[in-house]
Antibody
Framework: EVQLLESGGGLVQPGGYLRVSCAASGFTFNDYAMTWVRQAPGKGLEWVSD????????NYADSVAGRFTISRDNSKNTLYLEMSSLRAEDTALYFC???????????????WGQGTLVTVSS | QSVLTQPPSVSGAPGQTVTISCSGSRSNIGSDYDVHWYQHSPGKAPKLIIY???NRPSGVPERFSASKSETSASLAITRLQAEDEADYYCQSYDASLSNAVFGGGTKLTVL
């Protein structure tokens, strides 16, 4: 059974730093790209960042580029998202997502965690 | 403002059929990128219910079906059940943004 368990969320001041993690199990972690998706309170889903299976190729939404860093440790089956220069608008539930098979540049997301809440506030 | 446009809400009585639309543009759905659909109940992990436009993952009831045409897509849920009450999101890829994009979500209420 695929499980994705996020951790590390919490309250952080504007301009601050936080690292969230995602422990994956139930599949061969280093075979799949992984993605972070977030949901601000009362809002819809927003793609944040993704990373290829080897941890070499990364992509970011314009809203977080230059402030967030996605990484993975395949020896620990863990995905990370380091967030710096945090803003109030980064307040959201952050979901760890496993990519399904991709074609033509697009991917679907076949398994999701329950999310970890990041609140940016003074 | 989401790149893909969905109605904020739909509703239907048990046993009825509802349809949720997802409107895109030439840089996403209109460029023949696949559309996928997710079901999300508050406090739970979102669940993939349709992938690659029309396919249902194992375990998703046949009551869920989807279609895609030109720059839009739609999700149909037949024989509505109380357990179908949730938020539904479409998702595709946008060539102009070079990333995945989601619809704003549609809240389904089962009356």
């Amino acid at each position: 059974e695929v499980q994705l368990l996020e951790s590390g969320g919490g309250l952080v001041q504007p301009g601050g730093y936080l690292r969230v993690s995602c422990a994956a199990s139930g599949f061969t972690f280093n075979d799949y790209a992984m993605t972070w998706v977030r949901q601000a309170p009362g809002k819809g889903l927003e793609w944040v960042s993704d990373i290829d299976n080897a941890g070499v190729d990364t992509n970011y939404a314009d809203s977080v580029a230059g402030r967030f860093t996605i990484s993975r440790d395949n020896s620990k089956n863990t995905l990370y998202l380091e967030m710096s220069s945090l803003r109030a608008e980064d307040t959201a539930l952050y979901f760890c997502v496993k990519d399904g098979h991709c074609r033509g540049g697009g991917c679907y997301y076949d398994f999701w965690g329950q999310g970890t809440l990041v609140t940016v506030s003074s | 403002q989401s790149v893909l446009t969905q109605p904020p809400s739909v509703s239907g009585a048990p046993g009825q059929t509802v349809t949720i639309s997802c409107s895109g543009s030439r840089s996403n759905i209109g460029s023949d990128y696949d559309v996928h659909w997710y079901q999300h109940s508050p406090g739970k992990a979102p669940k993939l219910i349709i992938y690659n436009n029309i396919n249902r993952p194992s375990g998703v009831p046949e009551r869920f079906s989807a279609s895609k045409s030109e720059t839009s897509a739609s999700l149909a849920i037949t024989r509505l059940q109380a357990e179908d009450e949730a938020d539904y999101y479409c998702q595709s890829y946008d060539a102009s943004l070079s990333n995945a994009v989601f619809g704003g979500g549609t809240k389904l209420t089962v009356l």
